[in-house]
């Protein structure tokens, strides 16, 4: 499934690139977007035995004081994973230095930063098994094409949350720059 998603992400992607005769170099100041796309939770600790895929989306606030750098803001829900009894929810606030490197009207980027998430594994007729909260190390990369203003963005993203084995989201979304 994640890698037909990648495959129709950079179709589109190319596509746009043959039609962006119009965009322009990188609009710098603040940013606004959202994101949709997979999330990954596999959590196996004691007897809680979850991996499971959900839809997830992302809010994004950020700052590109340079061509090649910027700050970012996310607030990213996971989705609700569940497996035989189990049901994992799981959200997160993160920030991230971002590097650019503009190709053309395409940056690909690579991120950096922090997380603090909350996730919770409930199983049924019980309630809660399982909390996890804290803040922790996450990164990412990506790839996205510009429009003036108006970024189209794909992007991969693992958060390395405490009793967590594997949370990551592979998103799609756009971003609009404020001068």
């Known amino acids: 499934m994640r890698r037909s998603i990648l495959l129709v992400t950079l179709g589109v992607l190319g596509g746009l690139g043959t039609l962006a005769g119009t965009a322009q170099a990188a609009d710098n100041g603040f940013y606004l977007g959202a994101s949709i796309g997979r999330s990954n939770v596999d959590?196996?600790?004691?007897?809680?035995?979850?991996?499971?895929?959900?839809?997830?989306?992302?809010?994004?606030a950020g700052f590109r004081p340079l061509d090649w750098l910027a700050v970012e803001a996310n607030y990213v829900?996971?989705?609700?994973?569940?497996?035989?009894?189990?049901?994992?929810?799981g959200k997160a606030v993160s920030a991230f230095a971002v590097g650019f490197v503009p190709v053309g009207p395409v940056d690909l980027f690579a991120k950096a930063g922090l997380v603090n998430s909350d996730t919770k594994v409930k199983l049924r007729d019980?309630?809660?098994?399982?909390?996890?909260?804290?803040?922790?190390?996450?990164?990412?990369?990506?790839?996205?094409?510009?429009?003036?203003?108006l970024s189209v963005r794909a992007e991969y993203e693992v958060y390395d949350v405490d009793h967590v084995k594997d949370?990551?989201?592979f998103s799609i979304g756009a971003t609009y720059t404020f001068l």
């Open 43 to 60: 959590i196996s600790k004691g007897p809680v035995k979850l991996d499971d895929d959900d839809t997830g989306y992302k809010l994004i």
């Open 167 to 169: 949370l990551n989201m």
């Open 126 to 149: 019980v309630g809660q098994v399982l909390k996890s909260d804290g803040t922790n190390f996450a990164y990412g990369v990506g790839a996205q094409l510009r429009f003036l203003s």
């Open 77 to 89: 829900d996971f989705g609700q994973v569940k497996e035989r009894d189990y049901r994992a929810d």
